[in-house]
């Protein structure tokens, strides 16, 4: 079955009514676009030639490396859908951590709804609709940038992979589908063979006491990926871990010691001129994402590193509070 088959056949899924206000690629769409595109140029490059014979002049594919047609609708729609599908898939994968992981009476409040199904098979269907959200508009997206390489004789579509990279909405490189991993690692979904189901393979974090620890994913369509869950800044196993706007992970005491802020502060009282460490972008503290259910996975499965790690970052905590408010109350009356 051709891609395009199985993705309007994934439309028209079981999955639809979750999934109604979320938008996906109009991945249809954009091959008509393409389509025509190609119709076009042929026939514009066969009366620019005289060509006499327009059946074996025409190429099957347009050898412009910029298209005018194409470039006006194509690159432009489907930036916007990856940033509506990203910003869909990230906001869906909160609220459903957020339930997961609430306490006392908004946990409550927020299961009523739910009071009368299992919550925890509820969690993981979300999940597993989620994972396959992504995933599929991941592929779609691939395959119509691959397309147009394809229709052009470009690599057009493949600086748009990294537009998108720089534009962090690149579907398949989210913190939010570590999380999501994570969380079904702490529901115990490796231990019961996993997820029967084939929108989610397979998620394993069998090293975290290894010096290079990994989360790994199995997506459909044998897509694999790798997670490295070592910090940059103290190259050791990342401890209550915070993913900058950038995408890049850091533990939060390092974070804020590479942005000149206390840790009691946060992280996100840096200043706007602080840099990532590793690609040095700015701006990147403020929306940094607290990777609750990787340092829930962490606290289970290390508990004797997370345990040594907790201790010394509440004592350097405790030093620097002492520190900040001796040089205020020094500020205060004068001495």
């Known amino acids: 079955m051709k891609f395009g088959e199985t993705f309007t056949e994934y439309l028209r899924g079981e999955e639809e009514w979750f999934l109604e ?23 514009t490059r066969s009366n620019d030639e005289h060509i006499i014979s327009s059946a074996t002049s025409l190429s099957d594919s ?42 006392g009476m908004q946990r409550y409040m927020m299961s009523l709804r739910r009071c009368f199904t299992d919550k925890r098979q509820t969690l993981v269907q979300e999940g597993q609709i989620l994972i396959q959200y992504i995933t599929m508009n991941a592929i779609a ?25 720089a534009e962090r909405i690149e579907l398949l490189h989210s913190p939010w589908l570590i999380e999501l991993g994570a969380f079904y690692l702490n529901s115990g979904l490796d231990k019961v063979g996993n997820l029967k189901n084939s929108s989610f393979g397979r998620v394993s974090c069998d090293y975290l006491n290894d010096d290079q620890p990994m989360m790994q994913l199995m997506l459909p ?29 850091f533990c939060k ?33 403020a929306e940094a994402v607290h990777m609750i259910e990787l340092h829930l996975l962490l606290k289970i499965r290390n ?29 205060m009356i004068g001495y």
């Not at 997206?141 to 748009?160: A, E, P, Q």
């Not at 520190?323 to 500020?331: I, S």
């Open 221 to 249: 369509n044998s897509i694999e990926l790798e997670f490295d869950l070592t910090c940059a800044i103290c190259l050791e196993t990342v401890f209550n871990p915070y993913a900058l706007k950038c995408g890049h992970i």
């Open 253 to 285: 005491a390092c974070a804020c010691s590479a942005a000149s802020v206390m840790i009691f502060q946060g992280i996100k009282a840096a200043p706007n001129n602080s840099k990532c460490p590793i690609c040095r972008e700015v701006r990147v503290y």
């Open 62 to 103: 347009c050898q412009c490396q910029s298209c005018p047609w194409c470039d006006e609708m194509f690159f432009e729609e489907l930036m916007k859908e990856a940033s509506d599908i990203a910003g869909c898939f990230r906001s869906r994968v909160r609220h459903l951590l957020h339930l997961h992981v609430a306490t």
């Open 303 to 331: 508990k004797e590193y997370w345990k040594e790690r907790m201790i010394s970052e509440r004592s350097e905590m405790v030093k620097q509070s002492k520190m900040f408010w001796n040089e205020q109350t020094k500020y």
């Open 141 to 165: 997206i691939r395959k119509i940038l691959k397309k147009y390489d394809k229709v052009h004789s470009s690599v057009n579509g493949k600086k748009f992979k990294l537009k998108m990279r």
């Open 21 to 43: 206000k979320c938008r996906h690629v109009e991945y249809k769409k954009l091959k008509k676009v393409l389509k025509k595109c190609k119709t076009t140029c042929n026939s």
